[in-house]
C-alpha cells in the first residue's frame, strides 16, 4: 500500500534547465508535504514543504506545487546546477505536527555540465 | 550547532542475532523518530518516542523495540535478525511544541545482516 508515489525514478536535466519532480498521493488526510534530498552517505535534508491550505511555495530556487483536487504536488528547480545532482524524495505528513513521515521511493536528478 | 548524530556508521551482523543503534538528536529537539530505508526505496517509518515513550509506530514487528532517555537520545533495537532487515536506518529529530512539521534527519547506520 504505497501512499506517496514518485513515478519517475531519474531524471537527467541541462545545467541552467527546469528540473520538476513529480509526487502522487493517495491518502486524502495528509495535509502536509515535505521535499527532502539526499546525497549518498548522507541523511536526507530537508529543502521545502507546503501546507494543504496553499497551492504554492517558493524559496529561492526551488518552488512546490500543490493540486489537492488531483493528489499531486510537483517540485520545480529553476535554475538546475549541478550541485542538484541527488536523490529527491517527496513525503507526506497527517493531522498533527510530529507525525510520521510517508516517504515516496524518490527520484534520481542528474544535472549535466 | 550540533546536527542529528548516530552511531555506529557501518554494522555488519549475523542472521539471528541482535542489534543496538543510537542516535543523538539535534540540540533542543525534544522528539526522536526511526525509519528503515532498504535499498532504492524511500524510508519507511518505524517508531517515534517524546518524553521517553513510543508515540507512534509504523507496520513494523516486535522485534523493533526502542528507548528514549532522559537527554532526549534513542536507540533502536533489533532481534532475531533478518537477511530482510539489512537496510540503512536512519533516525530523525524534531521538536514536538514547536508544531513544525520538518524532521532532520543523521546520516544513517547502514546494517548489513548476512
Known amino acids: 500500500d504505497q501512499q506517496v508515489k514518485q513515478n519517475s525514478p531519474s531524471l537527467s536535466v541541462q545545467e541552467g534547465r527546469i528540473s520538476i519532480l513529480n509526487c502522487d498521493y493517495t491518502n486524502s488526510m495528509f495535509d502536509y508535504f515535505l521535499w527532502y534530498k539526499k546525497y549518498p552517505a548522507e541523511g536526507p535534508t530537508f529543502l521545502i514543504s507546503?501546507?494543504?491550505?496553499?497551492d504554492k511555495n517558493e524559496d529561492g530556487r526551488f518552488t512546490v506545487f500543490l493540486n489537492k483536487s488531483a493528489k499531486h504536488l510537483s517540485l520545480h528547480i529553476v535554475p538546475s546546477q549541478p550541485g542538484d545532482s541527488a536523490v529527491y524524495f517527496c513525503a507526506a505528513s497527517a493531522t498533527a505536527a510530529g507525525n510520521k513521515l510517508t516517504f515516496g521511493g524518490g527520484t534520481r536528478v542528474l544535472v549535466k555540465p | 550547532d550540533a546536527g542529528v548524530t548516530q552511531s555506529p556508521t557501518h554494522l555488519i551482523k549475523t542472521r539471528g542475532q541482535q542489534v543496538t543503534l543510537r542516535c543523538s538528536p539535534k540540540?533542543?529537539?525534544?522528539?526522536v523518530s526511526w525509519y528503515q530505508q532498504a535499498l532504492g526505496q524511500g524510508p519507511q517509518f518505524i517508531f517515534q518516542?517524546?518524553?521517553?515513550?513510543?508515540?507512534q509506530r509504523g507496520n513494523f514487528p516486535d522485534r523493533f523495540s526502542g528507548h528514549q532517555f532522559p537527554n532526549y537520545s534513542s536507540e533502536l533495537n533489533v532481534n532475531a535478525l533478518l537477511l530482510g532487515d539489512s537496510a540503512l536506518y536512519l533516525c530523525?529529530?524534531?521538536?514536538?511544541?514547536?508544531?513544525?512539521?520538518?524532521?532532520?534527519f543523521g546520516p544513517g547506520t547502514r546494517l548489513t545482516v548476512t
Open positions: 507546503i501546507s494543504s491550505i496553499k
Open positions: 518516542y517524546y518524553e521517553e515513550e513510543e508515540r
Open positions: 540540540s533542543g529537539h525534544d522528539t
Open positions: 530523525a529529530s524534531s521538536l514536538l511544541t514547536s508544531h513544525s512539521y520538518e524532521q532532520y
